[in-house]
T-cell receptor, first 114, second 112 residues
Framework: DAGVIQSPRHEVTEMGQEVTLRCKPI?????LFWYRQTMMRGLELLIY????????DSGMPEDRFSAKMPNASFSTLKIQPSEPRDSAVYFC????????????FGDGTRLSIL | QQQVKQSPQSLIVQKGGISIINCAYE??????FPWYQQFPGKGPALLIA?????SEKKEGRFTISFNKSAKQFSLHIMDSQPGDSATYFC???????????FGTGTRLTIIP
């Protein structure tokens, strides 16, 4: 059974460029989460979706960040324009709809903005 | 009030010893307390979780102890092994709220 799949695994780009991170959740999972992990701030929830609808985006740091979930099997997190302080590991997680079920994380995208 | 405070930041334990990581929370609405384990280059993975209707939950060498009145919970790893070397995160959420609030993580190193 495939887990949460994220791509790319690593991304290095120059400041000002647009960055798109991709996530394929586990089939049948109703909820999808985007997290950012840094040494300074730990794991931060950026946004989460339930049945493809954004429920809480209060963790999105600025308007430069946007996330979409056009269907149940795909989500993107976009940063435009990117800045060096966006460098972090970005994780996607998904969760079944049943109460009490855990979140399953992908292996993350390591993003470096030069 | 949404914070979960985790300690210590790092921990070194000898092989065969007991590793103990502690977490404290403020929000009394929290009613689900999972622990996640993260290896380098990987995402966090659920290790064990507890709800406040019990004071302890054990799965193999891993035990969660929960103190509702003190608003604290801890992870105990018995007979710690080098393969347990990882970063451990506690987390909390409230019923009906899918958001997990994570602790800051503990980097555990098991030495031979």
């Amino acid at each position: 059974d495939a887990g949460v799949i994220q791509s790319p695994r690593h991304e290095v780009t120059e400041m000002g460029q647009e960055v798109t991170l991709r996530c394929k959740p586990i089939s049948g999972h109703n909820s999808l989460f985007w997290y950012r992990q840094t040494m300074m701030r730990g794991l931060e929830l950026l946004i989460y979706f339930n049945n493809n609808v954004p429920i809480d985006d209060s963790g999105m740091p600025e308007d430069r960040f946007s996330a979409k979930m056009p269907n149940a099997s795909f989500s993107t997190l976009k940063i435009q324009p990117s800045e060096p302080r966006d460098s972090a590991v970005y994780f996607c997680a998904s969760r079944p709809g049943r109460v009490g079920q855990p979140q399953h994380f992908g292996d993350g995208t390591r993003l470096s903005i030069l | 009030q949404q914070q979960v405070k985790q300690s210590p930041q790092s921990l070194i334990v000898q092989k065969g010893g007991i590793s103990i990581i502690n977490c404290a929370y403020e929000n009394t609405a929290f009613d689900y307390f999972p622990w996640y384990q993260q290896f380098p280059g990987k995402g966090p993975a659920l290790l064990i979780a507890i709800r406040p209707d019990v004071s302890e939950k054990k799965e193999g060498r891993f035990t969660i102890s929960f103190n509702k009145s003190a608003k604290q919970f801890s992870l105990h790893i018995m007979d710690s092994q080098p393969g347990d070397s990882a970063t451990y995160f506690c987390a909390a959420s409230s019923f009906g709220n899918e958001k997990l609030t994570f602790g800051t993580g503990t980097r555990l190193t098991i030495i031979p």
